[in-house]
């Protein structure tokens, strides 16, 4: 970790198997470029990947075809074997596919999964995805998944409580109560992004935050001197999201990372 702090950079994946807008025979390039994708991040030294797929349309249900399941496995099973010991790979089965994310990292090799909605319910283009945190933590429990973090949105650009209105700190107190083992935050705003990182750390000092985007080279010290780890995905790319990951972008950034000076320091 550069100085404490996770750097997870994002593998996007094409449309996988099972979904309305796969190409078929389209799998293996999805397979080679997403470990291409992981090799250059290992390369320029991030400390893991999320691999993420991007379908543009999303059931909200925490269920995922057999065929995309499988799909995700396939591909996240290449990168561990290409990357090795020592390399975070995370899973998420958007929207929020929790207990298949879980399945795939257990039996994958992956060391994280990134949970859309955890706890409470969300608004999204695609309908209300509502959380099902026993469901989650029974399944965690049958397929020994213990191991597998869980990293919880609760309050970014995949989720906002839907309800009475809540403090991220009162959201982040749910979702560790329900199993996360992290919580996932911020917005464009960078003001914003600190006062929910605020609110976190005066309700749960002790849960680690992982920032859900929106840093660059530009304002990751300072984000990431008040977080504890960061989603990283457009600024390391070399013709912005979309574009091959840069080794060199990668490296600039967790350097800047690297040299943050200790918060009691």
């Known amino acids: 970790m550069a100085n404490g702090k996770l750097v997870l950079g994002m593998v996007h994946l094409r449309p996988l198997p099972g979904t309305p807008f796969h190409e078929h025979g389209d799998l293996d390039r999805t397979l080679a470029v997403a ?4 090799r250059a991040l290992h390369q320029g030294g991030a400390d893991g990947c999320l691999v993420q797929t991007v379908e543009r349309v999303y059931g909200v249900a925490d269920e995922s075809d057999p065929a995309r399941t499988a799909a995700m496995a396939l591909i996240v099973r290449e990168i561990t074997r290409a990357t090795g010991d020592g390399f975070q790979v995370g899973v998420q089965l958007m929207r929020n596919a929790i207990k298949a994310s879980l399945a795939v990292a257990s039996v994958a090799g992956g060391t994280f999964v990134r949970a859309g909605a955890l706890v409470g319910r969300t608004l999204t283009e695609h309908g209300m995805v509502v959380a099902d945190p026993l469901g ?3 399944y965690r429990n049958k397929i020994g998944a213990q191991g597998v973090r869980v990293f919880a949105d609760i309050d970014s650009g995949h ?4 309800g009475p209105p809540r403090s991220t700190g009162e959201v982040a ?5 329900a199993g996360a083992d992290a919580v996932v935050l911020g917005r464009p705003d960078e003001t914003r992004t600190l006062e929910m990182i605020a609110s976190v750390r005066a309700a749960r ?13 530009g304002n990751a ?3 990431l001197k008040a977080a504890d780890g960061a989603f990283v995905g457009t600024c390391l790319e070399r013709d912005g999201w979309g574009g091959s990951i840069d080794p060199d972008l990668v490296r600039s950034y967790v350097d800047i990372v690297r040299n943050l000076e200790p918060e009691n320091g």
Not at 35 to 38: I, M, Q, Y
Not at 159 to 162: D, L, N, V
Not at 173 to 177: D, G, N, T, V, Y
Request: hydrophobic share 50%; net charge negative.
């Open 35 to 38: 470990v291409e994708s992981a």
């Open 136 to 138: 989650v933590a029974e």
């Open 159 to 162: 989720f906002t409580w839907y």
């Open 173 to 177: 107190s749910a979702a560790a109560r």
């Open 205 to 217: 000092p002790d849960l680690p935050i992982i920032l859900a985007g929106h840093t660059d080279h």
């Open 221 to 223: 010290a300072r984000l």
